[in-house]
């Protein structure tokens, strides 16, 4: 089955450690996007590329770092300066980056940090 | 600016009733896209529907149905007859050409959670 992974889950972290979220798509997309959601909020843009090797800072990057060095994988890395990481972060992608492609969305994961 | 405002926070039926989700967006452009997608507590997004700017007729898909109009900037949704299994947060969102430098990037809205009741 096609579709995008996200792993894991829920991710629990301490306070001033980078953690990693995983994102997988065997779609053959060209674009892949990061979102953030908070409770009561609709997504906001973290980070999208259009192509392997590329990638640019969405609404709220500060914090965030990203990289796409395959076509199938678009990890987020959550550093120590994002102020308020607890939230629930999606990914997604599309055949190629355009206003008129729907996205698909992967399951999510819910990262908390105390 | 690009703008999505969905005004109901939450909607609450019983089921086999109908209910609309409204949507309302702003922008200067000419050329876009709106889109719903489904949330539903498992927490991925699911597509819905994609309109084009240009193409105002409204879509019937079984129960779902979707009432584009520019002269007002909406572009509500209705579920008719609805049943438990469409409880869910729903999300309109607008895509612009350009927007920030590049395209596709998607304008949400905060969401509307509609409840089904048995």
């Known amino acids: 089955d096609g579709g995008i992974t996200q792993s894991p889950k829920y991710l629990f972290r301490k306070e001033g450690q980078n953690v990693t979220l995983s994102c997988e798509q065997n779609?053959?997309?060209?674009?892949m996007y990061w979102y953030r959601q908070d409770p009561g909020q609709g997504l906001r843009l973290i980070y999208y590329?259009?192509?392997?090797?590329?990638?640019q800072k969405g609404d709220i990057a500060e914090g965030y770092s990203v990289s796409r060095e395959k076509k199938e994988s678009f990890p987020l890395t959550v550093t120590s300066a994002q102020k308020n990481p607890t939230a629930f972060y999606l990914c997604?992608?599309?055949?190629?980056?355009?206003?008129?492609?729907?996205?698909?969305f992967g399951p999510g994961t819910r990262l908390t940090v105390t | 600016a690009q703008k999505v405002t969905q005004a109901q926070t939450e909607i609450s039926v019983v089921e086999k009733e109908d209910v609309t989700l409204d949507c309302v967006y702003e922008?200067?452009?000419?050329?876009?896209?709106l889109f719903w997608y489904k949330q539903p507590p498992s927490g991925e997004l699911v597509f819905l529907i994609r309109?084009?700017?240009?193409?105002?007729q409204n879509e019937i898909s079984g129960r779902y149905s979707w009432n584009f109009q520019k002269s007002t900037s909406s572009f509500n949704f209705t579920i008719t007859a609805s049943q438990v299994v469409d409880s869910a947060v729903y999300f309109c969102?607008?895509?612009?050409?350009?927007?920030?430098?590049?395209?596709?990037?998607?304008?949400f809205g905060k969401g509307t959670k509609l409840s089904v009741k048995p």
């Open positions: 997604a992608s599309s055949i190629v980056s355009g206003p008129s492609y729907e996205q698909y």
């Open positions: 779609l053959n997309h060209d674009a």
């Open positions: 590329s259009q192509i392997v090797n590329d990638f």
């Open positions: 922008t200067r452009d000419t050329t876009y896209y």
């Open positions: 309109r084009n700017s240009f193409d105002e």
């Open positions: 969102a607008l895509s612009v050409p350009d927007y920030g430098g590049s395209q596709g990037n998607l304008i």
